[in-house]
């Protein structure tokens, strides 16, 4: 299956960096990730769908009650996109921000470059 770059940098933010349930992760990282996807933030280089969900794992035993929002639209182009967001406790959802940079090839996340302000 395709998917619009906006649709991916949405769902990698809310179904797989937002999911606490870690069979329900996996399920999506499958959907919208190439196999031999690659994540990189300001801690490391992740690669593979295993590896990804694994960080994701530590980010929210690190923030467990920090959750994600969009800071605004996607900017998709040619395959390529960014996602500014927002991430924090219920009363400060933009405790942190960022933006995340994602490469896609046949319409899946192939690389995806988590920038934190």
Known sequence: MSFSVNELLQRNLHAIF???DSAA???ELEAIWQPEGVFVD???RYVGLDAISH???ELQARFPAFDFIERGPVDPMHGVGR???GYG???DRIAV???DIAVTRD???LALYAFVD
Request: charged share 40%; net charge neutral.
């Open 18 to 20: 937002g999911e606490r």
């Open 107 to 109: 319409g899946r996340l």
């Open 89 to 91: 406790p219920e009363d």
């Open 55 to 57: 960080r994701v794992d």
């Open 25 to 27: 992760r996996m399920k």
């Open 42 to 44: 300001p801690d490391g």
């Open 97 to 99: 921000t960022g933006v």
């Open 83 to 85: 996602l500014a967001w």
